[in-house]
C-alpha cells in the first residue's frame, strides 16, 4: 500500500513535471521552478530612460470586454547604468474573486547595457490567455513618491507624470513563457543605444518570414547606400525582431540602389534592376533562397532602375522604372518561378506592354489581386492596375482610370492600406483613394505646416506600410516657401507621419532627420526607423495608446480567439 | 526498478531535447571538409583574393570538385593543393582577381559546401564631370533635342519632379510661362525633354534645389539654370518704326524726343551688331552716343562715351531705341542707316541695307 502511494506520488509528480516542463522549456541557468510560473521579457530601452528611476512593473490580462486587467504589480527604483540587478518591490497579484491586491508573486530584474531582463513569477495563470508585460516609467526619482504613484496606479489606475513606456506583445502565457517588448517614451522618439544600429539607407526591404508561435518577424534589407562611405552596397542584412538584432545576410551578386525587391510564394526572394556602384542600371534579377542562405540563381533582365517588382502564384513580374538613358520601361517582364529551379535552359521569359504604364516619378502598390502603377511625371494622373491572375493565366488583363481634379501626384511613393490606394505624392499632398468596379472616389489631406510657412511639400521621404491599418511617411526633406515668389528652403525632414486609410492619425518628430530610412512596427505600437541616419542609430517612437495595447483592436488578433 | 523507469526515460527525454545543439560535436570528427576561406558573407581586397578549403585527408586531384562564379559568370581558375599542419588545403586561384561577388562550390567525394563572399577594393564617392545641353546662353538649340543637366554628384531620383525641374519660355514681353515636359534622371543626369520647343524663343532650364545622393556627407541641394534660345533662322526683320521714317523714307516732325526701330516680336538683336551696323547722323555728323544700353531682362549699360551730347541708344531685344534727352526743336535733320551686318543673337544678318531721314522743322 505504502508501496503503491509512493507510485502514485511519483507518477503525479512525474506527470506535473511534464506538463510544467514543456511550455517552461529548458530553464537557462538551472535555476528550478519555485512557485507558480516563471514569464521572462527582455524589455530593449531607449537612451532616455536612462534619465528615470521610478518603473512600475505589470502582468496585464485582457479581458473578453477588450479591457485591461492587472494581475500581477511591482515597482522598483533604479538608474539605469549604474544599478545591476534589482527586485520590484511590493509585488501583488489581483485576486479576482475578491477584487484585492494580495502580496503574492516575485519579479526581478536585470539591468543590462541595452535592456531590462524582467523575469516574474506568477502564482495563478490568468483563465483567459492574453497578456503582456508592461512597465511604466514616470517622472519621480525618490523611491517614497514612486511608491506612492505605484499605488495610485493600484487603486485608482492613475498614471501621474508617465514618461515612458514599455510592452511586449500580446501573448498566451500557456504557451509561450519568454519575449521581449520595447521601453520608450511616450510623447517624443527615442534611440536605440546599440541595437538594430545600422548606416544603411535606401535598402530593398522584405518581410522574410514570421514565427507563428511568438508573431515575430524577419526582414531582409538589401543593397541601398552606406551614408557614411556612399558606397552602393551588394550586402544584405537581416533584422530579427525576436531580438531586435541585424545579422549579416546573403551577399548578393552585384551592388544596388533603387533596385525591386518581391517575395515569391515559396519563400524566396526576387531581387531586380536597380543602379550599381557607377549609377548604372543593373541588368540582371536574382533570387535569395533562405534555406540555403544565398542568392543562387542570376537571370538576365531589362536594365532599369526605380521599377517594381510584384509575384503572382506562378510568376515574378517586373514593371515600370527607367532604362537606359534615362527613358522610362514601358515593358512588362514576367518570369515564371521556374527560373528559380535549377537548370537554366527552363529560364524563361515573357514580355509585354501595358498601355499605360506610368512615367518617371510613377509610384507602385499592390494587394493580393492586383499590382498598381500610379501617375507619372509629365501626364495626366492615372492609375493602371494589372490582375495578379490574370497573369498567370498568361493575359496581361490591365484597366486604367483617370484621376480627375488633380494636376499631378508629382514623384509619389504609394500602398494599399485595407481598401485605399494611398499615394503620397512630392507636392505636399496625400491622397486616399478607393477604386471599386464602379467609381474611384478621391480625398485628400495636405502636410501639416507649421506658423510662417507658406507652402510646404515634402520628396524623398520613406513610406512604409507598417501593418494592416497603418502606414508611415518620415525623412526626406521638406521644400518650404515662407513668403510667395520666394525659393524654397530645403531642409531634412524630421517629421514622422502616422496614417491610418482615413487620413494622417499622428505627427511626431524624430530625433535624426534621415533619408532612404527603413521602418517595421513592433507589436503594432513601437515604430522603429532603421538606417538613413549617419548617426547609424536605431530610432523608435512610441505610436500606441498608453491606455492599452494597439493590439487588442487592430486586424490580426481576435479577442477571444486564441493566439496562434 | 520499473518505477523509475519512466522518471528515467523522461529526463533523458528531457536532457536530450535540451542539448540537442550541442551534439554536433561527434560528426565533426567524421567531417572531411574542415573550412574554407573567405569566410561566408565576407569581403576581401581583390588583390587578397585567395580561395581555398581545408581538408582532413589527402585530397585525390580526379575527385574535387571546385567552381568559382563571379557575378553570375564561371571564374576560370587554378587548382593546387597544399599540406599545413596535418591539412590538406585545395587553393583555387582565379586568373584575374576581380572585385565581384563569389560564389564557390566545393565537392569532394560525398562532402559539398557552397558560400558566397565578395572582393571589393577602396571606395571614392563617384564625381562626375558636371555638363549641359544646352548650355547657358546657347543659340539655336535643335527644336527637338533632349536636354539634360549634369551635375558633379549623384542624384536622389526621388526629388526630381515639376517643383525642381521646370522649362520655362520666356515670352518677348518678359512674360514667363512654364512648359509642360517629361523627365527623368540618369546617374547624375536631369533628362527633360518638352517635345517640339518653338521657334525663335528664348527659355531658361532650371534645376533647382535637387538633392545628391546621398544628402548627408555632399553638398546637399545642387542647382543649375541655363538660358538659351531655340533654332531660329529667320533674319531680323523691321516691322515699324516711330516716327514713321521707315515708311515714308524721311519722317518730318516738329519735335524729336527719340526714334525707335520695331523688329519682330521673337527677334533677340545681337547687341554688338547693333552697335556696329546702327548708325545715327545729325546734320551730317555722326552721332556718338553718351550710353548705350542692353535692355533685355534686365537694364545693363554696356558702354559710355564722355561727350556732352546726351543722346542715348537702348537696345531691347526686338527694339532700338534712340533717346534724345531733351530733345531736338528745330531745324536738324537725322539721318537712320541699318548696315547690313546687323545680326540678331542666333548670327542672322539682316543682309540689306536702309537709310532714312528725320527732319525736325
Redesign the interface.
Given at each position: 500500500m505504502i508501496e503503491n502511494e509512493?507510485?502514485k506520488e511519483?507518477?503525479k509528480i512525474?506527470a506535473l513535471?511534464?506538463i510544467l516542463?514543456i511550455p517552461i522549456g529548458?530553464p537557462k541557468g538551472g535555476k528550478s521552478v519555485e512557485t507558480g510560473k516563471h514569464f521572462n521579457a527582455d524589455f530593449y530601452y531607449t537612451q532616455k530612460i536612462t534619465n528615470f528611476s521610478c518603473f512600475i512593473i505589470e502582468f496585464i490580462e485582457i479581458l473578453p470586454s477588450n479591457e485591461v486587467q492587472p494581475i500581477l504589480a511591482g515597482y522598483f527604483t533604479a538608474k539605469i547604468g549604474e544599478t545591476s540587478d534589482t527586485k520590484a518591490k511590493d509585488v501583488k497579484v489581483f485576486n479576482k474573486s475578491n477584487g484585492i491586491w494580495e502580496s503574492k508573486g516575485d519579479v526581478e530584474i536585470k539591468i543590462l547595457p541595452e535592456k531590462l531582463s524582467v523575469s516574474v513569477i506568477l502564482p495563478y495563470l490568468p483563465y483567459l490567455r492574453k497578456t503582456y508585460l508592461e512597465i511604466k516609467v514616470l517622472t519621480p526619482q525618490a523611491d517614497e513618491l514612486c511608491k506612492e504613484r505605484f499605488e495610485d496606479l493600484l487603486i485608482k489606475r492613475e498614471y501621474k507624470g508617465l514618461v515612458a513606456i514599455g510592452r511586449t506583445p500580446i501573448f498566451d502565457p500557456e504557451q509561450m513563457n519568454q519575449t521581449i517588448g520595447i521601453l520608450s517614451p511616450v510623447a517624443e522618439s527615442d534611440i536605440f543605444p546599440g541595437v538594430l544600429s545600422s548606416t544603411r539607407?535606401y535598402p530593398m526591404a522584405v518581410q522574410l518570414d514570421q514565427n507563428i508561435k511568438t508573431g515575430f518577424r524577419k526582414f531582409l534589407l538589401c543593397g541601398g547606400?552606406d551614408?557614411?562611405?556612399?558606397?552602393v552596397l551588394?550586402?544584405c542584412d537581416i533584422v530579427d525582431e525576436e531580438n531586435l538584432s541585424i545579422v549579416?545576410?546573403?551577399?548578393?551578386?552585384?551592388p544596388r540602389i533603387?533596385g525591386a525587391i518581391s517575395l515569391i510564394s515559396d519563400g524566396r526572394v526576387a531581387i531586380s534592376g536597380g543602379?550599381d556602384?557607377?549609377?548604372?542600371p543593373v541588368p540582371?534579377l536574382?533570387v535569395y533562397d533562405p534555406y540555403?542562405d544565398?542568392?543562387l540563381r542570376?537571370t538576365k533582365v531589362l536594365p532599369r532602375?526605380?521599377n517594381y517588382m510584384f509575384s503572382t502564384d506562378q510568376n515574378v513580374v517586373v514593371v515600370g522604372g527607367?532604362g537606359e538613358?534615362?527613358?522610362?520601361d514601358r515593358r512588362v517582364e514576367i518570369f515564371p518561378h521556374a527560373i528559380t529551379q535549377s537548370k537554366p535552359a527552363e529560364i524563361k521569359r515573357f514580355l509585354y506592354t501595358v498601355e499605360n504604364p506610368g512615367?518617371?516619378?510613377a509610384c507602385f502598390a499592390e494587394d493580393d489581386l492586383r499590382a498598381y502603377i500610379i501617375g507619372g511625371?509629365?501626364?495626366a494622373p492615372q492609375i493602371t492596375r494589372i490582375y495578379k491572375k490574370g497573369l498567370d493565366a498568361g493575359i496581361v488583363s490591365a484597366e486604367t482610370v483617370k484621376i480627375e481634379g488633380i494636376q499631378?501626384f508629382?514623384?509619389c511613393?504609394a500602398l494599399k492600406l485595407g481598401a485605399k490606394l494611398l499615394v503620397a505624392g512630392?507636392?505636399g499632398q496625400i491622397y486616399f483613394i478607393t477604386w471599386d468596379k464602379e467609381s474611384v472616389s478621391v480625398s485628400k489631406e495636405d502636410l501639416p505646416k507649421e506658423v510662417g510657412q507658406l507652402k510646404k511639400?515634402k520628396?524623398?521621404?520613406s513610406f512604409i506600410k507598417l501593418s494592416e491599418g497603418k502606414a508611415v511617411m518620415f525623412g526626406?526633406?521638406d521644400?518650404i516657401t515662407f513668403q510667395e515668389g520666394q525659393?524654397?528652403a530645403?531642409v531634412?525632414s524630421s517629421e514622422i507621419l502616422i496614417l491610418s486609410q482615413d487620413g494622417i492619425k499622428q505627427i511626431k518628430r524624430a530625433v535624426y532627420t534621415s533619408?532612404?530610412g527603413w521602418a517595421f512596427l513592433f507589436a503594432d505600437e513601437y515604430l522603429i526607423m532603421v538606417g538613413g541616419?549617419?548617426e547609424g542609430k536605431a530610432q523608435v517612437s512610441f505610436i500606441g495608446s498608453v491606455e492599452f495595447p494597439e493590439g487588442i483592436t487592430t486586424v490580426g488578433i481576435d479577442i477571444g480567439e486564441e493566439v496562434k | 526498478m520499473i518505477r523509475k523507469c519512466p522518471l528515467f526515460l523522461f529526463f533523458i527525454l528531457l536532457f536530450c531535447s535540451c542539448k540537442s545543439e550541442n551534439q554536433t560535436s561527434a560528426n565533426v570528427v567524421d567531417q572531411i571538409i574542415l573550412s574554407f576561406y573567405p569566410q561566408n558573407k565576407s569581403s576581401v581586397f581583390p588583390s587578397d583574393l585567395t580561395i581555398y578549403v581545408d581538408l582532413a585527408v589527402k585530397p585525390e586531384v580526379g575527385k574535387i570538385v571546385f567552381s568559382v562564379w563571379r557575378d553570375g559568370g564561371d571564374v576560370p581558375g587554378t587548382i593546387s593543393i597544399e599540406e599545413i599542419d596535418k591539412k590538406f588545403r585545395v587553393y583555387f586561384t582565379p586568373i584575374e582577381r576581380a572585385e565581384g561577388t563569389y560564389m564557390v562550390y566545393f565537392g569532394y567525394g560525398s562532402e559539398v559546401t557552397f558560400w558566397a563572399f565578395f572582393a571589393e577594393g577602396e571606395f571614392s564617392p563617384l564625381i562626375f564631370r558636371p555638363d549641359s545641353m544646352p548650355t547657358d546662353g546657347e543659340k539655336n538649340f535643335p527644336l527637338e533635342n533632349t536636354m539634360y543637366v549634369s551635375f558633379a554628384y549623384a542624384v536622389n531620383p526621388d526629388v526630381i519632379d515639376e517643383e525642381t525641374v521646370r522649362l520655362i519660355m520666356i515670352k518677348p514681353s518678359l512674360e514667363e510661362e512654364i512648359v509642360p515636359v517629361r523627365m527623368s534622371l540618369y546617374s547624375n543626369s536631369v533628362v527633360v525633354s518638352a517635345g517640339a520647343i518653338s521657334l525663335s524663343t528664348n527659355y531658361r532650364i532650371e534645376v533647382t534645389n535637387v538633392v545628391s545622393l546621398p544628402y548627408q556627407n555632399n553638398p546637399g541641394t545642387l542647382s543649375y539654370k541655363a538660358r538659351f534660345r531655340s533654332f531660329d533662322f529667320s533674319p531680323p526683320y523691321i516691322v515699324g518704326c516711330s516716327p514713321d521714317f521707315c515708311v515714308r523714307q524721311c519722317a518730318e516732325v516738329d519735335f524729336l524726343r527719340g526714334l525707335e526701330i520695331r523688329f519682330r516680336e521673337d527677334e533677340e538683336l545681337d547687341e554688338l551688331s547693333v552697335l556696329d551696323n546702327f548708325i545715327l547722323e545729325k546734320n551730317g555728323r555722326r552721332v556718338v552716343f553718351s550710353e548705350v544700353y542692353k535692355v533685355f531682362d534686365t537694364v545693363e549699360l554696356i558702354k559710355r562715351n564722355s561727350i556732352s551730347d546726351p543722346i542715348k541708344l537702348y537696345i531691347y531685344r526686338n527694339k532700338i531705341f534712340v533717346d534724345f534727352g531733351d530733345g531736338i526743336s528745330s531745324d536738324a535733320i537725322i539721318k537712320i542707316y541699318v548696315l547690313p551686318r546687323l545680326s540678331d543673337s542666333s548670327g542672322n544678318l539682316i543682309n540689306d541695307f536702309f537709310s532714312w531721314c528725320v527732319k525736325v522743322i
Open positions: 509512493k507510485t511519483i507518477l512525474l513535471s511534464f516542463a529548458c539607407a547606400m551614408i557614411l562611405t556612399h558606397r551588394r550586402t549579416t545576410g546573403p551577399v548578393m551578386n552585384f533603387f543602379l556602384s557607377l549609377m548604372k540582371f536574382e540555403f544565398i542568392f542570376i532602375f526605380k527607367v538613358g534615362g527613358v522610362w512615367d518617371f516619378g511625371i509629365g501626364s499631378s508629382g514623384n511613393k512630392s507636392y511639400s520628396k524623398g521621404f526626406g526633406f521644400y525659393t524654397s530645403v531634412p533619408e532612404g541616419n549617419k | -
